[in-house]
């Protein structure tokens, strides 16, 4: 992330803190003579979050956290702020999430729910990634937190959405990459395309997209004359995918190459 754009993420958060402060007095109250003005706090807040009236619900959370430090309920209330933000999918509310979900992190680093705090703070970032010609910070953010979710809690009930959502964000990324390199490969810069694909396959040999990797990296090699490094490739291409738009190119490579280049080339990054 940018300098200016981590100022500007302190600002929004200062000031969303300031505000908060100064509405205080708008905050739900129990009735008077509630015998457990804490779980009613917390019954109204979840029931607003489910209605999904973000600011409501975040009132009755905020109210309970900050007015009853011992209860049962503070830390499932610090949740449910962090969900209201989550829930309001802005730019800004998407900052104040992740301070919620982080702040949970440090105070409760041992609850049963910290394995959902996590997954929920690596969604804040998820929830903002850019498409993929675009900046890809919030992307690898979102991957960093997603690996920090599947490497803590892969026994926990939301591992198979966290390990969906990864596989996602890298194949953002993934293509973010591919996307550079075809457009190095169509101006003529062979060393810019092999330097994009090549770690792409290494770091991430389960991409989703491969085939066009693998293809475009057999095609740079038979521009810079060294087929026999391309043949690999292509045939990675063919045994891996039944269905491809670059597989009949491919398989016709494949004819065009055996009869000229006699042993095949060297591994093919990220396999073997």
Request: with cysteine.
């Amino acid at each position: 992330m940018t300098r200016m754009r981590k100022l500007n993420y302190a600002m929004i958060v200062l000031l969303a803190l300031v505000a908060g402060a100064c509405s205080g007095s708008s905050s739900k109250n129990p009735p008077e003579g509630t015998l457990e003005p804490d779980k009613f706090l917390y019954e109204r807040g979840t029931e607003n979050l489910g209605r999904k009236r973000w600011l409501v619900s975040r009132e009755y959370f905020r109210q309970l956290v900050e007015s009853y430090p011992t209860s049962q309920h503070r830390a499932d209330a610090k949740l449910g702020i962090g969900d209201s933000y989550l829930g309001e999918h802005s730019a800004e509310s998407f900052v104040l999430g992740i301070n919620e979900f982080r702040e949970f992190l440090n105070f409760y680093p041992t609850h049963e729910r910290a394995h959902y705090a996590q997954y929920q703070l690596a969604m804040c970032y998820f929830e903002q990634m850019r498409s993929p010609m675009r900046d890809q910070t919030e992307t690898r953010d979102a991957i960093r937190e997603l690996q920090n979710y599947v490497s803590r809690y892969s026994d926990k009930p939301l591992i198979g959405d966290a390990r969906a959502r990864l596989r996602e964000a890298r194949d953002r990324l993934g293509d973010w990459n591919m996307g550079v390199a075809i457009h190095y490969f169509r101006i003529k810069w062979y060393p810019g395309a092999v330097g994009r694909i090549t770690p792409l396959l290494k770091d991430d040999p389960e991409y989703t997209r491969r085939d066009e990797a693998y293809y475009y990296y057999a095609e740079t090699m038979l521009k810079i004359d060294r087929p026999a490094e391309a043949l690999p490739y292509y045939e990675r291409l063919v045994k891996e995918f039944e269905k491809s738009e670059y597989l009949e190119k491919a398989q016709r490579r494949i004819t065009e190459l055996k009869s000229t280049v006699p042993v095949a080339g060297k591994d093919v990054p990220g396999k073997g």
